[in-house]
């Protein structure tokens, strides 16, 4: 694991058994995304799905606040539209490297999950939560649509409730998530971890090679306008930030939590 050491931004186990367990460890309450993390995490994913001995891959977040509370706003509100669609590609990148990983990939969701980490838990193939966790998309507040991995949750949530989400930017509870089919289980707390260990133990239980060959045929089931959507929708996020509104929108965001 040579090539796996001094992560600044993620701490990485990887047991015996092959399970990996990363968890976004950089210093931020809610586990926001900037470009820094961002990078080192789709360098890390890229690197540890080349390791023939994983099985299974357990994302998280440090503390139970938040999964990833989205991306750095701060580092958003100074974008303009050249770096607005840098920014969105190294997002776009991040979660298609844990999209392709090639073993089962689990979300461990506490807490807060919104914006990109909420496209990031989209894109793995489990997610399981506590009850006190929330999300949201919460970008049309701030001025910016949702883009590239939003377009995965009409598959996992249906289209009404997407439109929901997205056009309005309400958060939703564990509950509700798990009635629309985004979470595959809601436990307590105190019962996350083990939930977890539960559903890695179902997946030791299975053929590795063949756990491999059928996360490889998921994919290839997939609807080939995902593919489509998420090129238009960096280049649409770029164009966002050649109008008024991010910079009024998230000027506003920020201005509100400082007096808060």
């Not at 820094?36 to 139970?64: C, K, M, Q, S």
């Amino acid at each position: 694991m040579h090539d796996l050491q001094d992560l600044k931004h993620l701490t990485l186990d990887l047991d015996a058994r092959g399970i990996a367990t990363l968890c976004i460890d950089n210093g931020t309450s809610l586990n926001i995304l900037d470009s820094d993390t961002i990078v080192e995490f789709t360098r890390t994913l890229r690197t540890l799905a080349r390791y023939p001995h994983v099985r299974v891959l357990v994302l998280r977040g440090t503390g139970d606040k938040a999964f990833i509370g989205g991306a750095n706003i701060k580092e958003l509100a100074r974008l303009q539209p050249d770096t607005a669609v840098a920014f969105i590609t190294r997002l776009h990148d991040l979660c298609e490297a844990v999209r392709d990983f090639p073993v089962p990939t689990i979300a461990r969701l506490s807490g807060w999950c919104m914006g990109g980490g909420m496209e990031f838990a989209a894109a793995c193939d489990l997610r399981i939560a506590d009850t006190d966790a929330h999300f949201a998309m919460p970008e049309v507040r701030i001025g910016i649509p949702s883009v590239i991995h939003a377009n995965l949750l009409p598959r996992l949530i249906g289209e009404g409730n997407t439109r929901r989400m997205l056009l309005t930017g309400a958060a939703i509870d564990a509950a509700r998530a798990h009635a629309w089919g985004f979470l595959n289980e809601v436990v307590n707390n105190a019962a996350l971890d083990e939930a977890i260990a539960h559903t890695v133990g179902e997946l030791l239980e299975c053929g590795p090679v063949a756990v491999r060959a059928q996360k490889a045929l998921l994919r290839t089931w997939e609807d080939p306008n995902i593919e489509r959507g998420l090129k238009h929708s960096i280049a649409l996020f770029g164009e966002m930030y050649a109008g008024p509104e991010p910079d009024a929108y998230m000027t506003r965001f920020l201005e509100r939590k400082k007096k808060a």
